[in-house]
């Protein structure tokens, strides 16, 4: 018979085993993967993934997302600018779908990191109110989403390309991959069991 | 609380959205048994999982087959008339030289999509045959890093997305590739919502341990 206290009980995050936390570095006992990274730097490696992607996201909003290549006349269009086009001429489901994908889910996304990141160091008055877990398990779910544009570039690009039309993507495109991918680092790295005291 | 020995903690489940900790409970054929704080379903019971598991994923694979080897949009634009596949939209990345993102596209919209079906079918198979108890281990593990960046079902959604903005301006039909990526979409999501990494590490726990018992007696 063993004794255990139901706060030290902690999940695995690859094979979610209920494990028993015995401090750092442990191995969970059913896949052994690294159960409790408890070293300093687990949230500096969380950081710097996040701000890579923060820093990439400017340029991402700055150049051209897309080229049009019409009888020798090229046109470009930014993130934010191709939204725009969209309302525009009245496509308002796509304009929305584009706005959240590109602007609204990476900027919510940074917003949920910084604050998990910060508030699993400094505790916040208010911070038992809020259900980390559930803020997390959010970033997860709708942070693929915002690969969208990306697709939708890569198709129009390899569909349309005419002896006199063409489209090609934008310095944009490779920023935003960049930085959805370092988004999804720094989500990965991030460390739940940093998120403490919410059970 | 106290337990039997560290074993014993197989029979409890944190959930993974709000992480509350459950204890298991044995529930009918085919019921789900959900967190009782937020809803989430926590795990299903399926006797024949391993049957249900490989049909599922042998299904999934010959879709994504046949989703990669058509066209998946044709338009008629200007008197000209243009395709896409899959590895094309991939390839013409790397021919303009995107290169970063054409590797990240093929990542996410072709090479783990197509892993996860291929492990999940061999680890179906190796368990049915009640066989591999270290690779199984390890397949699994693989999956469970893999799985968050499959994103075929919003390539999907990118395509409409896409064609929506061509309307007007080309004439489009649909490949036979989109419509086999349309099934592909729907069996991942199918799969991801019913065949939980929980029950298939205890499937593998039911399988292995049997088989001790069998090898002693
Ligand atoms: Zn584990
Ligand atoms: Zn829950």
């Not at chain 1, 796509?94 to 590109?102: C, D, E, G, H, Q």
């Not at chain 1, 398990?137 to 709708?142: A, F, N, V």
């Not at chain 2, 199984?136 to 960046?149: A, C, F, G, N, R």
């Not at chain 2, 004439?171 to 990526?181: R, T």
Request: net charge positive.
């Amino acid at each position: 018979m063993i004794e255990v206290d139901e706060e030290n009980l902690i999940r695995c995050h690859v094979c979610e085993a209920v494990n028993i936390d015995r401090g750092p570095n442990k191995k969970c006992r059913r896949c052994g993967s690294i159960l409790y990274r408890g070293q300093k730097y687990t949230t500096h490696k969380s950081w710097a993934y996040l701000i890579t992607a923060m820093i990439a996201y400017i340029p991402a909003n700055l150049y051209p997302m897309l080229v049009t290549q019409q009888f020798g006349a090229a046109t470009s269009s930014t993130i934010l600018g191709g939204v725009v086009t969209l309302w525009e001429h009245g496509s308002y489901p796509i304009a929305l779908v584009i706005f959240f994908a590109s602007i609204v889910i990476p900027i919510l996304k940074f917003l949920i990191l910084i604050y998990l990141l910060v508030s699993v160091k400094y505790p916040l008055g208010r911070d038992k109110r809020v259900n980390k877990y559930k803020l997390y398990y959010l970033t997860e779910i709708i942070g693929p989403w915002s690969m969208i544009d990306v697709f939708v570039v890569a198709i129009l690009a390899a569909l349309i390309h005419l002896a006199n039309i063409h489209i090609i993507a934008g310095t944009a495109a490779t920023a935003f991959s960049l930085s959805v991918f370092f988004t999804l680092l720094a989500a990965h790295a991030f460390d739940e069991r940093l998120i403490e005291g919410e059970r | 609380m106290k337990l039997e020995n560290e074993d014993a903690l197989d029979d409890y489940i944190i959930c993974r959205r709000c992480h509350t900790l459950h204890k298991e409970i044995a529930i009918k054929e085919r019921a789900k048994a959900c967190c009782t704080r937020c809803g989430n379903v926590l795990y299903r019971y399926d006797s024949q999982l391993t049957e249900h598991g490989l049909a599922l994923s042998i299904s999934g694979l010959i879709l994504f087959i046949l989703a990669n080897s058509f066209p998946l949009v044709k338009i008629e634009i200007l008197g000209h008339e243009q395709f896409i596949t899959i590895p094309k939209t991939i390839w013409s990345l790397f021919t303009n030289d995107f290169y970063f993102v054409g590797f990240i596209c093929a990542f996410l919209i072709f090479i783990f999509p197509m892993m996860i079906f291929l492990i999940n079918s061999l680890l179906f198979a190796l368990l049915r045959s009640k066989k591999g108890e270290n690779i199984t281990k390890e397949m699994l593990v693989i999956l469970s890093h893999i799985m968050p960046w499959s994103m075929s079902d919003i390539f999907l959604v990118s395509i409409l997305v896409a064609l929506v903005k061509l309307v007007g301006y080309a004439q489009i039909n649909m490949g036979v590739s989109f419509w086999a990526l349309i099934g592909f979409v729907l069996l991942d999501l199918y799969m991801t919502r019913t065949l939980h990494t929980y029950e298939i590490w205890m499937l593998r726990k039911r399988v292995f341990t049997q088989e001790d018992r069998d090898d002693r007696s």
